[in-house]
């Protein structure tokens, strides 16, 4: 285990970049009619959309459709730029469940006229994520059993091994264009089944039988 200066088991702490992969599993592209793409599409999150459990994921007061997107993310545990897919591994100090929350309807209004994405998936609580899951915990993390339910009812479950870009590839074309600092987080995609959370309902998720969490979806007052 890579020794680190300050404890990366609460990563959502260090107030460092949450960096999201999108469209990266080809049955969630053609499920929102979206081209499977040939390179990663990137966005940005703020630390200030991190949630832990314990505390409700708030609905956007200007969105009617927030989604549910599961996630396996990476925690990044030694920084670098231009990273080769060989090392990349190295720079992984282990993993955590996330959900992209995000304000579907904002995000097709932003898209019809060509703005950026950050209405819709950057808000505060937009990044529920799971505790820290130690690297040694996952032996292969492109074959993990990701899934959701909401209110009991199974809505997504995917396993990693389809993603389009691995996770190597991840870290070395996102390195080549933004460094990366010892508590990023990258979120890998999401697969099929997202769809809209309302007032009062409970997510719940987890990757295989390592983790699992909970979330209540709230209004803002
Ligand atoms: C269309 C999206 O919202 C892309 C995304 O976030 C994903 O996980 O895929
Ligand atoms: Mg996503």
Redesign the pocket.
């Known amino acids: 285990m890579m020794s680190s200066p300050k404890n990366l088991s609460k990563f959502w702490e260090w107030g460092r970049k949450i960096i999201?992969?999108?469209?990266?599993?080809a049955e969630?592209?053609k499920e929102?009619k979206?081209a499977v793409p040939t390179e990663p599409?990137l966005?940005l999150k703020p630390p200030t959309a991190y949630v832990k459990e314990g505390s409700p994921v708030i609905m956007p007061y200007y969105s009617n459709n927030l989604?549910h997107?599961v996630?396996l993310g990476v925690v990044i545990g030694k920084g670098g730029r231009n990273i080769s897919q060989a090392c990349a591994m190295e720079h992984v100090h282990g993993y955590a469940l996330c959900l992209?929350m995000?304000a579907?309807d904002v995000?097709d209004k932003c898209k019809e006229k060509g703005l950026p994405?950050t209405l819709?998936?950057a808000f505060d609580t937009s990044c529920p994520v799971s505790d820290f899951i130690p690297k040694d915990k996952i032996q292969d993390p492109h074959n993990l059993n990701i899934w959701l339910k909401v209110n009991d009812s199974l809505r997504q479950e995917g396993n990693t091994s389809a993603m389009i870009f691995s996770i190597p590839f991840l870290i070395s074309y996102i390195s080549k264009i933004i460094s990366l600092e010892e508590g990023d987080l990258i979120?890998t995609?999401?697969p099929k089944g997202?769809a809209s959370v309302k007032e009062d309902d409970e997510m719940m998720a987890g990757i295989d039988n390592i983790i699992s969490m909970k979330f209540k979806v709230e209004k803002q007052s």
């Open positions: 999201c992969v999108g469209r990266n599993y969630h592209a929102l979206n599409v966005f989604h997107e996630e992209d995000t579907r995000q994405w819709a998936k979120l995609g999401t997202v």
